[in-house]
C-alpha cells in the first residue's frame, strides 16, 4: 500500500478558501486543515466545528468552587462554633461571598485547564503543512487522501481558485 498524499492549496482570499472546503465537503473528502492569517465567520462555517467543549469545563469548575465555598465555610463554621448575640452559626447569607469568589476562581481556573488541555497546548513542533506564509496574508487547505485520488483534489483546489497546489508525501 502506498503512502497517503498531504495536498496544500495556497489561497489569496477569504471566498476562495470557503469554495474550496465546500467543494472539498460536497466531493466527500474528510475535514480538511485550514491555515488563515485573520479569524474568519465564513471558514468556521464552511468547517462546520461543533461547539467547543472549554464551556463544561467552566461550568464544571464554577460548580465545584460554589460547593468548595460552601463546604470551607460550613466545615469552619461547625469545627470552631462561635455563638454571637443569639445568631444560628450556620448563617448562608454571609457564605454565599466566598462560594461566589470561589466559583469564579475554580471556573477561571478549569477553563484555563480546558482551553490548554482540548487545544493540545503546547504544541512542540509545527503543524504539519503550514507555512509562515500562512500567518501574514494567505490561506491555506491542506487535505491528505490517497494516491490515486490527489489529481482529482488538485483539480478540486484549482477550480476553487488556489494559487498553486503543493504536493507532499506523508
Known amino acids: 500500500m ?5 495536498l496544500i492549496g495556497v ?3 477569504e ?27 465564513k471558514i468556521f462555517a464552511a468547517l462546520r466545528l461543533p461547539k467547543s467543549p472549554v464551556r463544561v469545563w467552566v461550568l464544571i469548575g464554577g460548580i465545584t468552587g460554589a460547593l468548595s465555598g460552601f463546604a470551607l465555610t460550613i466545615g469552619t463554621s461547625m469545627t470552631w462554633p462561635h ?15 466566598i462560594a461566589f469568589e470561589l466559583m469564579i476562581l475554580f471556573g477561571a481556573l478549569a477553563g484555563i485547564a480546558g482551553f490548554l488541555i482540548t487545544g493540545g497546548l503546547p504544541r512542540l513542533e509545527s ?8 500567518s501574514d496574508d494567505r ?32
Open 139 to 170: 490561506f491555506g487547505v491542506l487535505i491528505t487522501c490517497a494516491p490515486e485520488q490527489s489529481t482529482r483534489v488538485e483539480l478540486l483546489l484549482k477550480d476553487a481558485g488556489a494559487e498553486e497546489v503543493q504536493r507532499e508525501t506523508a
Open 83 to 97: 455563638i454571637a448575640g443569639g445568631k444560628p452559626i450556620i448563617s448562608l447569607t454571609p457564605y454565599i461571598i
Open 15 to 41: 471566498e476562495e478558501c470557503v469554495a474550496a472546503i465546500e467543494s472539498l465537503r460536497r466531493a466527500g473528502y474528510p475535514k480538511p486543515r485550514v491555515f488563515f492569517p485573520i479569524p474568519s465567520e
Open 127 to 134: 503543524l504539519t503543512g503550514y507555512s509562515g506564509r500562512f
Open 2 to 6: 502506498s503512502d497517503p498524499v498531504r
Open 11 to 13: 489561497f489569496a482570499g
